[in-house]
C-alpha cells in the first residue's frame, strides 16, 4: 500500500505545521532506518510521539515507525501496536486499516472501519483511506465496491496528485471493462490532466486513451492524445516502450505509416524483452510487405 511520504505540503494536510516537527532527531531516525538499525529508529520515533500532544506530528513520527516496522521488520504484531499507540482517534483508524491491508487482513481491515466516517477523517487521510479500501475490494474481485471507491478516492478533497491520478485511471479501466466507453474516456482524459509529470498511471492512461480512440475509429484524436509528450523523459523503461509503441499504433490508424515505422524503430532500440523485439519486427515484416 501507498503510504504518507513526509513533505510540507503532507504535513500541513495532516493539520501539522513544518515548524512542529523535530527535523532534526526526525533525521536521525532515517539514518538509523538507513542503516538498519530498525529497533533503534522506532524507539526514537515512539520516544517523539509520546512528547508531543499535537494530533498529526504524534502521527508523522508514528506513521513513519509503522512503515518500519511493516516494510523492514515485516512485524504485523508491532506495526499493530504502533498504530494503537496514535492519539489521536481518526489518525489511529486510518493507521490501523493500512497496516492490516498491508499484511492483507482484508476482512478485518474492513471490520475495522466499519460505522466509521472516513469523510471526516483528516484531510490527508481520506484519500489514501478509500483507494486502500479500493485495493481491498479488487483483491475481493469485487469490481462494483472498488469503482465506488476509487470514485471517492478521487473525489476527496486534498487528494495528493498521485493517488487521485491513479484512482481516475483505475476508473477509467474497470468503467472500460463495463462497456462504458464514453465514461472511461473521461477519466482517462481526467488523469492525465492531473499532471504532467510521467507517473506509471500517467502513462498507462494516455496508452489506454489512445488505444480507445483508435478502436472508436478516432485515429487523428489518437496521435493528438501524444502532443507534447517527451518520451526521452520517461524514465522507466517499461513505460517509455508502451508509450512509443502506443503512439506508432495511432500512427498508423491513421496512415502515417513511415513515421509509424520510424517509431517502431525507436522502440527497437530499447532494452525490451527479446519477445517484445520479436513480435514488432513480425509486424513490420509484415508491414514492409504491403508497401
Not at 36 to 63: C, H, P, S, V, W
Not at 259 to 265: L, N
Request: glycine content about 4%; charged content about 30%.
Amino acid at each position: 500500500m501507498t503510504r504518507i511520504i513526509i513533505t510540507a505540503t503532507a504535513l500541513a494536510w495532516l493539520g501539522v505545521s513544518a515548524q512542529a516537527i523535530d527535523y532534526t532527531q526526525f533525521s536521525a531516525a532515517k539514518r538509523l532506518r538507513a542503516d538498519k538499525r530498525y529497533d533503534e529508529a522506532i524507539q526514537k520515533l515512539e520516544g517523539m510521539a509520546a512528547k508531543t500532544d499535537e494530533a498529526g506530528e504524534n502521527f508523522t513520527y508514528l506513521d513513519f515507525a509503522i512503515e518500519i516496522a511493516v516494510k523492514s521488520l515485516k512485524d504485523e504484531k508491532r506495526a499493530l501496536a504502533l498504530a494503537a499507540a496514535v492519539k489521536d482517534a481518526a489518525h489511529r483508524d486510518f493507521a490501523k486499516l493500512n497496516v492490516l491491508a498491508d499484511f492483507e487482513r482484508y476482512d478485518d481491515a474492513l471490520a475495522s472501519v466499519q460505522g466509521k466516517d472516513i469523510d471526516a477523517w483528516p484531510v490527508r487521510c481520506r484519500s489514501q483511506a478509500h483507494s486502500i479500501l479500493a485495493g481491498i475490494y479488487h483483491a475481493k474481485k469485487d469490481a462494483a465496491a472498488e469503482l465506488l471507491q476509487w470514485q471517492m478516492t478521487a473525489d476527496a478533497p486534498g487528494a495528493e496528485v498521485g493517488v487521485r491520478g491513479r484512482a481516475l485511471c483505475e476508473l477509467g479501466r474497470l468503467q472500460l471493462k463495463q462497456g462504458k466507453v464514453k465514461e472511461a474516456e473521461e477519466q482517462f482524459r481526467r488523469a492525465i490532466q492531473v499532471t504532467s509529470a510521467n507517473y506509471a498511471w500517467r502513462v498507462e492512461s494516455l496508452v489506454a486513451l489512445s488505444r480507445l480512440l483508435i478502436e472508436s475509429q478516432r485515429g487523428r484524436e489518437a496521435v493528438k492524445a501524444f502532443d507534447g509528450t517527451d518520451f526521452t523523459q520517461v524514465t522507466s523503461l517499461t513505460s517509455r516502450a508502451n508509450l512509443i509503441e502506443a503512439y506508432a499504433r495511432a500512427l498508423l490508424a491513421v496512415g502515417r505509416k513511415i513515421k509509424a515505422i520510424e517509431t517502431f524503430d525507436q522502440l527497437l532500440q530499447l532494452d525490451i524483452p527479446a519477445e517484445w523485439k520479436d513480435r514488432i519486427n513480425k509486424e513490420l515484416d509484415q508491414m514492409a510487405e504491403t508497401f
